[in-house]
């Protein structure tokens, strides 16, 4: 079946550093790709989203696209934030199930520290 | 607008009880989904239901039940509570049933002793 892997964490990063976390996917069609983040204490927070092949979502520094080749929604960030801070999950719609149905990867913690 | 809520934010019970946790989804949006998510792990698909009816139903035993209502507000009961069963429970709404950006609420947390 469809599934997401994403990088271990914790990732611990000085700020203004570069971030990377990886993800990749298993999935048959052609999935929607999504960025949620978590912060302590708080529900899940749509970070940015990802369509079709070749597309690229970015919102608050944060971007990532959609490559088909690689099967990858890699999250990149150029300078990060101690407010960034929290834990980042990769997810897939699974969209040969025909429902809203969001297969999400393990979560990635990051710790910025100042 | 207001976003997801979810009643209620704690819950406490013990092996065996039932328990039912509420939803109310973002005004217009008529597809609620519910997620389990077990401390340190990402969450995980229960029910997604749209205009009333189920659309999806994750990989979760019979215990586990849930309704839309009228209102589009939804519930979900857990009968025969197991300690695994201990967990954050979350909401999320979204205007249609395909897997287009959903809206999460902050989730119930709910520990089985």
């Known amino acids: 079946g469809d599934s997401v892997t994403q990088m271990e964490g914790p990732v611990t990063l000085s700020e203004e550093a570069f971030l990377t976390i990886n993800c990749t996917y298993t999935?048959?069609?052609?999935?929607?790709l999504f960025w949620y983040v978590q912060y302590p204490g708080e529900g899940l927070q749509l970070l940015l989203k990802?369509?079709?092949?070749?597309d690229k979502g970015s919102n608050k520094g944060f971007e990532a696209t959609y490559r088909k080749e690689t099967t990858s929604f890699h999250l990149e960030k150029g300078s990060v934030q101690v407010s960034d801070s929290a834990v980042y999950f990769c997810?897939?719609?699974?969209?040969?199930?025909?429902?809203?149905?969001?297969?999400f990867g393990q979560g990635t913690t990051l710790q910025v520290k100042p | 607008d207001a976003g997801v809520t979810q009643s209620p934010t704690h819950l406490i019970k013990t092996r065996g009880q039932q328990v039912t946790l509420r939803c109310s989804p973002i005004?217009?949006?008529?597809?609620v989904s519910w997620y389990q998510q077990v401390l340190g792990q990402g969450p995980q698909f229960i029910f997604q239901?749209?205009?009333?009816?189920?659309?999806g139903r994750g990989n979760f035993p019979d215990r586990f039940s849930a309704r839309q209502f009228p209102n589009y507000s939804s519930e979900l009961n857990v009968n025969a509570l197991l300690l695994g069963d201990s967990a954050l429970y979350l909401c999320?709404?979204?205007?249609?049933?395909?897997?287009?950006?959903?809206?999460f609420g902050p989730g119930t947390r709910l520990t089985v002793l």
């Open positions: 239901y749209y205009e009333k009816e189920e659309r």
């Open positions: 997810a897939l719609g699974d969209g040969s199930s025909n429902t809203g149905k969001l297969i």
């Open positions: 999935a048959t069609g052609y999935p929607s």
């Open positions: 005004s217009g949006h008529k597809s």
């Open positions: 990802a369509t079709k092949a070749d």
């Open positions: 999320a709404s979204s205007s249609g049933p395909t897997p287009d950006t959903q809206y």
